[in-house]
């Protein structure tokens, strides 16, 4: 190999390690310093994210805990009716802190009087744990409106600041001077986007179980109301 064909290879080689090295620190950008290339817009879409994650959370949980098993209770507090216990059968409901254990409670206390003013209470009870259930929804489905909007004015904003670079250095710009708004609006719009998307995906989720529980709520009602209006076991014989 000539002295000419060495000093070639060197070159090629030492361009090759300088976009290697170029390559790498682009790659070791951490991912907060990315996201504050997106500018201020990413203060609020970074807050939107947080209040989303504690609204999924919070929802999560409430609804976890407001599931028991419908079958197992009813037959309990039939049973401690049956036996003449109505105190028992408030005592029991008030062992559980669930929808439905509020809801027949409320009907339990009323019994003895006619059975439009226990369905009415009851109806009443169902409609303050429907209330409950659905609590904060509306900031989900808010957040998944507002995310990509928010991320969409990144956009607009991000190509206004390039746009004004090229104004102010009259048309003699380098991709490098364009890079910061460029980096402004991709990023805000895909940071919107991303929180929005979860935001949706979550809701719809939550909203689908609210309204199982809601409908799970209103039959076991039903069912109450049903175990109340049977006739009792003397009057069948008597019969």
Known sequence: ??????????????????????????????????LSQGGILMIPLFILSVLAIYVIAERWRTLENSQMDVNSMLNN????????SQQRAIQYCEEFDKPLARILKSGIRRLGRP???????????????????????????????????????????????????IQSLQGNVNPSVLAGGIWEAL??????????????????????????????LENASADFVDLLQAPSPKKRQEG
């Not at 507090?77 to 003449?84: N, Q, R």
């Not at 935001?199 to 309204?211: E, S």
């Open 187 to 216: 990023i805000t719009t895909a940071a919107g986007l991303i929180v929005g998307i979860i935001a949706l995906g979550f809701y719809n989720y939550l909203v689908g179980k609210v309204d199982r529980m809601v409908f799970e």
């Open 115 to 165: 059975i439009r003013d226990i369905e009415q209470a009851i109806h009443n009870a169902g409609k303050k744990e429907i209330y409950q259930l659905e609590k904060r929804m509306n900031w989900l489905a808010t957040i998944a409106s507002v995310a990509p909007l928010i991320g969409f004015t990144g956009t607009v904003t991000g190509m206004i600041r390039a746009f004004m670079d």
């Open 1 to 34: 190999m000539n002295i000419i064909s060495f000093l070639m290879l060197q070159a090629d080689t030492t361009e090759a390690d300088s976009l290697a090295q170029m390559l790498q620190d682009e790659a070791s950008m951490s991912f907060f310093e990315i």
């Open 77 to 84: 507090i039939e049973s401690l009716l049956k036996s003449g």
